[in-house]
Every structure is written in C-alpha cells, then in structure tokens.
C-alpha cells in the first residue's frame, strides 16, 4: 500500500521556468490538498479538491494552478517560477469532510534561482 | 479566518521526562483538533486527534486535552525518548472541506 506518492522528491528550477508536481494516492480518498512548507511558518495551504474535477483555492494559491482530473492524482502547477516559491511542497489526501485524519506524501524540495 | 498559534518552538528534554506543547485558536467554531509528527525527511503523519465534545484524549505515552473555552490543547509526551525527536505540528478544522490551520511547529530533542 503506497499511500500518497509525490514526484519529484527535488528539483531546482531557474526563474520563469514552468513545472508541474504530481501527487497521486490509492486509498480512493475524495479530499487532496498540496501545501507549502517554510522554515518557522508551519503548513500553508495552497490549492485542494473535494473530488474529481473539482479544485478550489487555499490560503497562498497566487502563482499556482492545479488540476484534479482523475480521483487519485492532483497536479500542482508553477507557470512562471519566482524565487519566493522556494520551499518544500506536501500534498495529502483525506477520506472525509473537515480535513480529518490527513495523510501526507514524503515532500518536494524546491529551489527556484 | 483561523489562527493557530502553537508554543514553545523549540523544546529540550531528558530521556524519560515529559514534554509539552501547547496551542491556541481563535476560531470557536473549530471542532477538529489533530497533531502530526513529522520526522527528518518525511512528511508528517497523524499521532493523536481530539475533537471538540471530547475534554481529553490517551494513547499510551501521549494524551492530548481540549479546554474549549479557553481555546487550547496541548499534547503530553510522557517518559520521552529518543525517537519522539521530530516536529510536532498542532492544527485546527471546522469540518468545511477540510481546510486545517496549522501552528508553525515545534521542534522535540530528547537527550539519551
């Protein structure tokens, strides 16, 4: 059983270059959500779906799209990488309403330069 | 919206001794309240959950209590040990879509 998988675990981009991460999970959960991790400022919540073509906007959605177009992957888009999207990149999925019991992918690491 | 602000963000113990963390909400219609360790590397992962008509909550070496009028909960780590080094991360939901607010974390060192 392989959870909530992310790819890829790191990448470096240089700014104005593009990427998309994906996660995908086989536990058949309708909940994904993608947050960002900074030093000292805990999990912010970016984008998240409540199931399958649906997606809405988090707390720092500004400079990233995503797409939930089959149930198990949710895809995070950077059209235009800026040096302030640095960071380490969680996405996780939950079974139920009220982002109760989240389970989390092992992380991106980011660096945009 | 919600604000989460969780205490100490570091804290240093003696193998065996007890370890709290503590955090507070605005927000009174939250009614989830989770806490995730995240490990070096790893992503974090649910330890203990708690929700608002629950005052306190156990499983073997942690408990997490709910004082619902004050607006805190805190999680207690008894007879610590090395393993129990990681983040703790506490977080708080009103049950819309899922949308938790999370503390910014707190950094356990258990000293052998």
């Known amino acids: 059983n392989a959870g909530v998988t992310q790819t890829p675990k790191f990448r470096v981009l240089k700014t104005g270059q593009s990427m998309t991460l994906l996660c995908a999970q086989d536990m058949n959960h309708e909940y994904m959500y993608w947050y960002r991790q900074d030093p000292g400022m805990g999990l912010r919540l970016i984008h998240y779906?409540?199931?399958?073509?649906?997606?809405a906007k988090g707390e720092v959605p500004d400079g990233y799209n995503v797409s939930r177009l089959k149930k198990q992957n949710f895809l995070l888009g950077l059209e235009s990488a800026a040096p302030s999207q640095t960071s380490v990149y969680f996405c996780?999925?939950?079974?139920?309403?009220?982002?109760?019991?989240?389970?989390f992918g092992s992380g991106t690491q980011l660096s945009v330069l | 919206g919600e604000n989460v602000e969780q205490h100490p963000s570091t804290l240093s113990v003696q193998e065996g001794d007890s370890a709290v963390i503590k955090c507070t909400y605005s927000d009174s219609a939250s009614n989830y309240f989770p806490w995730y360790k995240q490990e070096l590397g790893k992503g974090p992962q649910l330890i203990i959950d708690i929700r608002s008509n629950v005052g306190e909550k156990k499983d073997q070496r942690i408990a997490v209590t709910l004082n619902k009028t004050a607006k805190h909960f805190s999680l207690h780590i008894t007879e610590t040990q090395p393993e129990d080094s990681a983040v703790y991360f506490c977080?708080?939901?009103?049950?819309?879509?899922?949308?938790?607010?999370f503390g910014d974390g707190t950094t356990l060192t258990v000293k052998p």
């Open positions: 977080a708080a939901s009103k049950g819309n879509a899922g949308k938790s607010t």
């Open positions: 996780a999925s939950s079974y139920s309403q009220g982002g109760e019991k989240l389970f």
């Open positions: 779906s409540v199931g399958e073509g649906t997606t």
